[in-house]
């Protein structure tokens, strides 16, 4: 069974820094390129970032672009958010998120974390 | 960038028919996803590929998709039903959503 786990989250003052973790398990971790995607309350979902299996290539949405860091470790079997600069309307639950392999066409998130809250208010 | 322009909210009656759409330019020359998603809960796939269902998606839920519109067809809707949908494009290497549409079962 494919599992993804986020931790991480909580509450933090605005300019504040936080790391969020995503545990992975059930599949080749390695073999699959993984996202960050969020939902701020009463918005809907965007996604944030992108990372390739082998860490060679990541993009980032314009909104978290040069304060938001994507990373994995394919040794663990885990993927990462740190997360700095942190505003107000950075608050959101927080997923990690699959992407189907490369020879999908049209491809799509197939499975996602449960979601990690974090909230950034002084 | 590539924009998904989805209607904010959709009503219908228990056992009538909804039908969620999805625009872009030329939205009938990419592969369109749809996901619920309810409160509290992951998003969840049900229409990949424009038309295909993944395993336990009932076949009352359907989609289509041609010229510049996605759509997004719940046939004899029910109160499990009433969720958030959004549908989502892959475009230069990252994934794109649609605003959502708030579906609502009346």
């Known amino acids: 069974e494919v599992l993804l786990v986020e931790s991480g989250g909580g509450s933090v003052q605005p300019g504040g820094s936080l790391r969020l973790s995503c545990a992975a398990s059930?599949?080749?971790?390695?073999?699959?390129?993984m996202n960050w995607v969020r939902q701020a309350p009463g918005k809907g979902l965007e996604w944030l970032a992108y990372?390739?299996?082998?860490?060679?290539?990541?993009y980032y949405a314009d909104s978290v672009k040069g304060r938001f860091t994507i990373s994995r470790d394919n040794a663990n079997n885990s993927l990462y958010l740190q997360m700095k600069s942190l505003r107000a309307e950075d608050t959101a639950v927080y997923y990690c998120?699959?992407?189907?392999?490369?020879?999908?066409?049209?491809?799509?998130?197939?499975?996602w974390g449960q979601g990690t809250p974090v909230t950034v208010s002084s | 960038s590539y924009d998904l322009t989805q209607p904010p909210s959709v009503s219908v009656s228990p056992g009538q028919t909804a039908n969620i759409t999805c625009s872009a330019d030329?939205?009938?020359?990419?592969?369109v996803c749809w996901y619920q998603h309810k409160p509290g809960q992951s998003p969840v796939v049900v229409i990949y590929?424009?038309?295909k269902r993944p395993p336990g998606i009932p076949a009352r839920i359907s989609g289509s998709n041609s010229g510049n519109t996605a759509t997004l067809t719940i046939s004899g809707t029910q109160a499990l039903d009433e969720a958030d949908y959004y549908c989502?494009?892959?475009?230069?290497?990252?994934?794109?959503f649609g605003g959502g549409t708030k579906l609502t079962v009346l």
């Open positions: 590929q424009d038309t």
């Open positions: 998120a699959r992407l189907t392999p490369k020879v999908t066409i049209g491809r799509y998130i197939d499975y």
């Open positions: 030329k939205l009938g020359e990419r592969y």
């Open positions: 059930g599949f080749s971790f390695s073999s699959f390129n």
């Open positions: 990372i390739s299996s082998t860490s060679t290539t990541v």
């Open positions: 989502q494009v892959w475009d230069s290497s990252t994934v794109v």
